[in-house]
């Protein structure tokens, strides 16, 4: 089992920027996929991005591209998700995620093909 705990989360402005963090613990190398996941109230979880643990390969959805990166601190077990030209569409809780499992890039990207959750950190941006 692995245990995330995400932080970096608060209230900006349309426009901003934000890091969040993930670290992770426990039986971290059994990892295969980890991912960044998001929850608006009334709204069900999405994929947000995906990094392939062994190969640093990544996804995400066509909503973030080109805002958002994630990456990740091998040293530090620590996974990120940097948030640029944020907007208020952007705003819910961010979950950081992890995997077991070999994942299709699609499938990397939905959330039952993943088996660790973190408790969330919420993201509010304001216009």
């Known amino acids: 089992q692995v245990q995330l705990v995400e932080s970096g989360g608060g209230s900006v402005q349309a426009g901003g920027s934000l890091r969040l963090s993930c670290a992770a613990s426990?039986?971290?190398?059994?990892?295969?996929?980890m991912g960044w996941f998001r929850q608006a109230p009334g709204k069900e979880r999405e994929g947000v991005a995906s990094l392939y643990t062994s190969a640093a390969v990544t996804y995400y959805a066509d909503s973030v591209q080109g805002r958002f990166t994630i990456s990740r601190d091998n040293v530090k077990n620590t996974l990120y998700l940097q948030m640029n030209n944020l907007k208020p569409e952007d705003t819910a809780m961010y979950y950081c995620?992890?995997?077991?499992?070999?994942?299709?890039?699609?499938?990397?990207?939905?959330?039952?093909?993943?088996?660790?959750w973190g408790q969330g950190t919420q993201v509010t941006v304001s216009s």
């Open positions: 995620a992890a995997s077991t499992s070999s994942l299709s890039a699609r499938s990397s990207l939905v959330p039952e093909r993943y088996n660790s």
């Open positions: 426990g039986y971290t190398y059994s990892t295969y996929v």
